[in-house]
């Protein structure tokens, strides 16, 4: 089959590489100019993906990885493309997060209200006067810009709001800080119903071990498959209609905050995740292939899963986790990515490239050699799976181990919270 693959920052950008393992066609477009140098050398690249439709045509298969190209998805579909991905309602359900607690509260959900400002000292000024605790979150994937306010009297989140007023960032949200354990919830929908079993993850979005530093994209995921779920029923599963009415086709994730008592949803994930998607991958028995094509089509997919657990680490190089224009003079570009022995075919099927490329000798001849591109500061994920955390945590880092690339930064405790205390509770709490 023919798939072109729109990418906006190479969220699922492994995907592309998946689906042409699989035996398809791939011809990869990516929109961010500081990841476009990635993969190169694995994934056929094409510099204007709508001068592709004819390629891929009304037969092939059309995957977007990113929000911000829902309406386009809706038209193509319209045009009688198929289409997965997400759709202009999934859109505005991750953007807008003020607009996605309203739909949480009109499907009967518990929601704590978020507040949008237009600049970080109108912010400023409404936490002052409110008090408290509060998280900070920028309504992008800039999660650098990110805080948890940790002091009661809202001084810290003060603090961080003075210093985004004089740096000018724009377009903040606060929202109270909530107690309780962070759990997400997500679930395959085709448009009109859900496609698969329910899929549980725990993120860990601190650059270092115990969640301290800056907040990232994501330094890693526990995540794990139920065939039903309290928790899904609770929140994602009432977004049924919603996601019905708005034509969403793709993957969509809840993160929530639940104690013995409540849940409460603060934010939609209604795209293909990172590194949620290199777990899927991991977990999936049914190839990429037959589910997107299900999901695109509106049809059923008895899409089977592996049982037990999987862990998904990233490995990051500088600048992350800053943009490069906010940093002068450090890159990671060029530097080797090398492995201290070969890998099995399974270890392969578990390491997840991104901000990667493969060059061939400077006379053309010769080994070809795996290098870092200019990027994100996403370099590779790997994962590993098992019947139980600490078995699935153990094969993740064996295979991040026998990678060896210069000044790489990842976390070794993926997985530890759920193991510490989460698991338990969460099941006396009654979710698991």
Same mark, same amino acid.
């Given at each position: 089959m023919n798939i072109l693959f729109i990418s906006g920052e190479l969220i699922a950008g492994d995907l592309a590489l998946q689906l042409q393992r699989e035996g398809n066609a791939v011809r990869l477009f990516i929109d961010c100019p500081d990841q476009r140098d990635c993969l190169n050398g694995f994934v056929p690249k094409t510099a204007n993906?709508?001068?592709? /439709?004819?390629?891929?045509?009304k037969e092939g298969l059309i995957v977007f990885d990113d929000v911000g190209y829902g309406e386009t998805q809706d038209r193509l579909r319209h045009e009688g493309y198929r289409v997965a991905g997400g759709s202009a309602g999934g859109d505005r359900l991750e953007q807008d997060r003020a607009y996605a607690q309203q739909v949480f509260a009109d499907c009967g959900m518990r929601v704590e209200p978020v507040y949008t400002f237009a600049d970080a000292g109108d912010a400023l000024a409404f936490v002052s006067e409110h008090g408290g605790a509060w998280v900070v979150k920028q309504n992008n994937h800039q999660s650098h810009l990110n805080y948890v306010g940790e002091m009661d009297d809202g001084s810290d989140v003060r603090g961080v709001l003075a210093s985004y007023k004089h740096l000018g960032i724009?377009?903040?949200?606060?929202?109270?800080?909530?107690?309780?354990?962070?759990?997400?919830?997500?679930?395959?929908?085709?448009?009109?119903?859900?496609?698969?079993p329910i899929e549980l993850n725990q993120e860990h979005k601190g650059l270092l071990n115990c969640e301290l530093g800056p907040k990232t994209g994501e330094m890693g995921t526990l995540m794990w498959y139920?065939?039903?779920?309290?928790?899904?029923? #609770?929140?994602?599963?009432?977004?049924?209609? =919603?996601?019905?009415?708005?034509?969403?086709?793709?993957?969509? #994730?809840l993160n929530c905050f639940v104690d013995d008592e409540t849940i409460c949803p603060i934010e939609a994930t209604a795209r293909f995740g990172c590194p949620s998607t290199h777990l899927q991958s991991t977990l999936h028995h049914t190839p990429w292939t037959e589910l997107?094509?299900?999901v695109a089509d509106g049809r059923p997919c008895d899409l089977k899963v592996r049982e037990g657990y999987a862990i998904g680490v990233t490995l990051a190089v500088p600048p992350f986790p800053y943009p490069a224009d906010q940093?002068?003079?450090?890159?990671?570009?060029?530097?080797?990515?090398?492995?201290?022995?070969?890998l099995t075919s399974d270890e392969v099927r578990r390491l997840h490239l991104e901000g990667v490329a493969l060059l061939q000798g400077e006379d053309g001849e010769g080994?070809?050699?795996?290098? /870092?591109? =200019?990027?994100?500061g996403y370099a590779v994920f790997v994962t590993g799976t098992g019947a139980t955390v600490e078995a699935a945590q153990q094969a993740a880092y064996a295979l991040a181990g026998n990678v060896v690339i210069p000044k790489v930064m990842y976390r070794t405790d993926i997985g530890n919270r759920f193991l510490q205390g989460d698991e338990v509770r969460l099941r006396d709490y009654g979710w698991l």
């Open positions: 993906w709508e001068a592709e /439709l004819d390629w891929v045509g724009c377009n903040i949200s606060v929202q109270r800080r909530l107690q309780g354990i962070e759990i997400g919830v997500g679930r395959y929908f085709n448009g009109q119903d859900w496609v698969g139920s065939e039903s779920s309290r928790l899904f029923d #609770a929140t994602l599963g009432r977004l049924r209609d =919603h996601l019905r009415e708005t034509d969403f086709r793709g993957d969509i #994730a997107l094509s299900a940093t002068t003079g450090v890159s990671s570009a060029g530097l080797p990515m090398l492995l201290r022995r070969p080994d070809k050699r795996t290098v /870092l591109t =200019h990027s994100l």
